[in-house]
């Protein structure tokens, strides 16, 4: 099946610029990286000359003595067999953070061959000790969307319902159901492809298949704390990845809590001792962050962050269910009542793939708004989340009364207010990318 990614456009408009910086994608291992470049993005190409630094680190004599682009071209069709043009050929450095000197080539690329079209990808780009600051064009790839998911189901008319916010009470039916489906599914691309492909099997053989892949999808980044902790202790980082999931469950009917640092690890209980895990995993995107800001906010939100006060969300709501051992019976029969902290990841994962990463969420006394961002003005927009059809927000009025917001949205699992509200807005959950590209940016 072909899956097609939202962030195809901007690469698109990367190649239809006369001059340019490399690609980077950075991204969790098994994002995509590869088949965002290669297939959808190569395709537009006359040809795609493909270097995976990981499955032959001998290429990297390519880049061993001249860093000049035409001496490492030159290079790489000597080892390769394959010619090079320029002009119509895309040149793909995949893990790149495998081979420091190419990432260094990049800054070369950048200044004396805009022309090319050079694209490289990493999981591990935040651990990079070097980085070719501003001679790049970096984008993040994260897990498949609901949009996404959507497209991949090849279902036309529900796509077109969602494209165009509809709020009629069968498209309500039919997204709220599939929402329900990528709770259990996530975004992985694998793991996506495998539910869409085998529709025709029982409900059984396809939950078993999507939940093997994701058994072995934890197993590799577990395999991969080992190989790229570097000074970080990989029993620390391991610790803190499986502390994400328990904590976040350890809620049932109040928003998510900020991190205990205690019991995390029988040795370590305080930020100071647990920061270097938690850093490692969030520049590997393997968690998100989110910040609880005090009193009234104010626009920019990140000068009052404290670091020691933070909640991490795991970058896959499939995969947090998977690692709770939450049963795709249970999911579906939950429903509109489903758990709080799972509609929370999901809100938290569509925000950070419309580039807002971290987030940040407010608290006073026992009020707690999951979200506030800042809109293109700087106005600071309070965010509820509510999974279940029960709407009234104590919280949300509790802000209102205190910082009285030009306007106010809630994320619920019912259809959401009529067209005409464009103040105390209501938004069905499957819509959380509007709230931000629709009511936040003008």
């Not at 990614?5 to 950075?26: A, C, M, N, T, V």
């Not at 053989?205 to 939940?211: F, G, N, Q, S």
């Not at 590799?220 to 999931?245: H, M, W």
């Amino acid at each position: 099946m072909v899956m097609q990614r939202l962030l195809l456009d901007k690469l698109l408009q990367w190649k239809g610029k006369s001059e340019r910086k490399p690609l980077l994608i950075d991204g969790a291992r098994q994002t995509g990286k590869t088949y965002l470049l290669q297939t959808l993005l190569g395709e537009t190409f006359e040809q795609v000359l493909r270097i995976d630094f990981l499955e032959s680190p001998e290429m990297a004599e390519a880049f061993a003595e001249s860093l000049n682009p035409n001496d490492v071209i030159s290079n790489i069709e000597l080892l390769t067999g394959e010619t090079f043009n320029p002009e119509t050929h895309l040149l793909i450095l995949d893990e790149i953070g495998e081979c420091p000197r190419a990432v260094t080539a990049l800054k070369y690329f950048a200044e004396k061959a805009s022309h090319m079209f050079v694209a490289a990808s990493g999981s591990n780009i935040g651990l990079l000790n070097t980085f070719p600051v501003g001679k790049v064009e970096q984008h993040n790839l994260r897990p498949l969307t609901f949009h996404e998911f959507l497209i991949a189901s090849n279902e036309a008319p529900l796509i077109k319902a969602f494209e165009a916010q509809a709020s009629t009470s069968a498209a309500h039916t039919k997204l709220f159901d599939k929402l329900t489906d990528y709770y259990f599914t996530g975004g992985m691309p694998e793991a996506v492809s495998t539910w869409f492909t085998m529709a025709d099997n029982s409900i059984l053989k396809r939950v078993e298949a999507v939940t093997d892949i994701q058994a072995d999808l934890i197993s590799g980044y577990q395999r991969d704390f080992g190989k790229y902790s570097g000074k970080v202790d990989t029993g620390l980082i391991e610790a803190v990845f499986n502390n994400v999931p328990s904590q976040l469950s350890a809620v049932i009917d109040e928003s998510v809590k900020r991190f205990k640092f205690k019991g995390v690890h029988e040795r370590k209980s305080r930020y100071g001792e647990l920061e270097s895990a938690i850093t490692w995993l969030d520049k590997c995107r393997l968690v998100l962050k989110n910040y609880p800001i005090e009193g009234a906010p104010k626009s920019p939100l990140a000068a009052y962050k404290k670091d020691n006060m933070v909640k991490l969300f795991m970058f896959d709501v499939g995969l947090l269910n998977h690692m709770l051992g939450v049963s795709y019976k249970e999911v579906k029969q939950q429903g509109y009542e489903y758990k709080g902290y799972v509609a929370e990841n999901f809100v938290q994962q569509e925000f950070a793939a419309q580039g807002i990463d971290p987030t940040y969420s407010w608290g006073d006394a026992r009020a707690e708004i999951e979200f506030i961002i800042a809109d293109d003005e700087g106005r600071i927009v309070p965010i509820e989340v509510k999974s279940g059809k029960r709407t009234r927000a104590r919280s949300l009025e509790s802000y209102i009364g205190k910082c009285q917001p030009h306007k106010t949205i809630k994320l619920t699992g019912t259809q959401g207010s009529p067209a005409t509200e464009q103040v105390n807005l209501v938004i069905p959950l499957y819509f959380a990318e509007f709230a931000v590209n629709k009511h936040l940016k003008s």
